[in-house]
């Protein structure tokens, strides 16, 4: 008998350490394939290849060669996915990618800034947002992804726009009277809940870089503001955006603002002291939330692009938001064990449905604005490597290898 548990007992062993070297492997290939994509050159109208903005002639107009060249908040978010991968597996070439994106953004604007002076940013867009910082998604998730980087790679130029996004963000950003970020668009002083990532990462790494408590004093507000704004008790999730003028929400519970909006909270809490007075009524709004999205996901362990409109499509965007928050959460001991199988499952569907074998991920939706009919987010596209996604499925995935180890304890 004794000899039969034991042989249980090891066969168990083995089986986590096989579903975890997989799972490691799922990662890694999402990344690599990116690495194995990404050149860090521009290109013009007939394919021709510039190194480097030197040798682009007067006149013409070049692209980046890759999407994951661009300066755009959804590297920022892959870039910290990158730098989180690294260091879990000790592999200096994810690091070096992050590294890499920001140096090639950093030496190559004043190029574009000199040759579009003259023209609006999202008129020129991507170039445009190399230089300017008209929007919270314009440097937010990029100077996080930034102050990371400059732990070990030190150059003024970067504290340079680190500092100017603090001061952008303090002093220039449009805030409702109650000190909540908003934008200008579409209309006057609209809330999105995408914007809770694009500052909360940022403000709590500036608390750190500058030593300046004023910043995770600004994070902690406005997650309990935008909670106050878009959170839809009910159905235990999120409206998309708020309107100020009309003092009212939109009409969508988008997938992806739900996963921006969870992800800025593990963000927050990932740099809060233990003894923060504030720390445990943020933990316990998370589990608020996880129980909200958990009523949420299909027999695929996935999530709807409308989160309660199963006739939407699966979206694997918010779906990694989702597993990668539930399983840090699970792993700081913020939450309790049991909420370990929402996010095993949404890996798994994401294993299964989602990541092809080398390494692609398919159904992300592309950039979303905010409208008032559902029908405009019901025909979002969805495609395969999409930026807002990749990033996620990394950090979910590490969240889920480290959960699977702690759980066979």
């Not at 959804?74 to 690294?86: D, E, H, K, Q, Y």
């Not at 090639?104 to 170039?127: L, V």
């Not at 992804?145 to 790679?153: A, F, H, L, R, T």
């Not at 800025?264 to 943020?282: Q, S, T, W």
Request: charged share 25%.
């Amino acid at each position: 008998m004794r000899k039969l548990i034991c042989f249980f007992i090891l066969a168990g062993v083995i089986n986590i350490y096989a579903q975890n070297n997989e799972d490691k492997e799922v990662v890694k290939r999402v990344a690599d394939y990116v690495l194995n994509h990404t050149e860090f050159t521009f290109a013009d109208a007939s394919g021709k290849v510039y190194t480097s903005t030197k040798d682009i002639p007067e006149g013409v107009e070049v692209k980046f060669t890759s999407p994951f060249e661009e300066w755009h908040y959804t590297m920022g978010v892959l870039n910290m996915s990158m730098v989180n991968l690294s260091n879990f597996l000790n592999e200096d070439k994810y690091f070096d990618f992050a590294a890499r994106h920001i140096a090639f953004g950093m030496d190559n604007y004043k190029f574009f800034q000199k040759r579009f002076k003259n023209d609006g940013h999202h008129s020129r867009f991507p170039f445009g947002q190399l230089w300017t910082m008209e929007e919270l998604d314009d440097f937010g998730a990029v100077g996080a992804s930034m102050i990371d980087i400059s732990q070990k790679v030190k150059r003024e130029d970067y504290k340079e726009y680190i500092l100017n996004g603090a001061k952008r963000i303090s002093e220039g950003q449009v805030r409702l009277k109650d000190r909540t970020l908003v934008r200008h668009f579409p209309h006057e002083m609209t809330l999105w809940a995408d914007d809770l990532y694009m500052s909360v990462p940022f403000l709590v790494r500036l608390a750190q870089f500058t030593g300046e408590k004023k910043y995770m004093d600004d994070a902690i507000l406005q997650v309990k503001n935008f909670i106050k704004y878009l959170w839809n008790a009910e159905k235990g999730i999120y409206y998309h955006c708020y309107y100020s003028d009309l003092e009212r929400n939109g009409v969508a519970h988008w997938g992806r603002c739900n996963g921006w909006v969870m992800m800025a909270k593990v963000h927050l809490l990932n740099h809060m002291a233990d003894d923060h007075p504030e720390k445990v009524n943020i933990i316990k709004d998370l589990e608020r939330q996880i129980l909200g999205i958990a009523k949420y996901q299909n027999g695929d362990g996935l999530w709807h692009q409308l989160l309660d409109k199963t006739d939407s499509y699966t979206e694997s965007s918010c779906s990694a938001m989702f597993v990668y928050g539930i399983a840090r959460a699970v792993n700081q001991g913020w939450i309790d064990k049991r909420y370990a199988s929402v996010a095993l499952n949404g890996w798994a569907g994401l294993k299964k449905l989602k990541i092809t074998e080398d390494g692609q991920v398919k159904d992300i939706c592309v950039g979303t604005g905010i409208q008032d009919n559902l029908v405009f987010y019901y025909q979002r596209p969805a495609r395969t490597n999409e930026k807002h996604g990749i990033g996620a499925v990394i950090d979910a995935g590490i969240e889920v290898i480290k959960l699977k180890q702690s759980l066979k304890r």
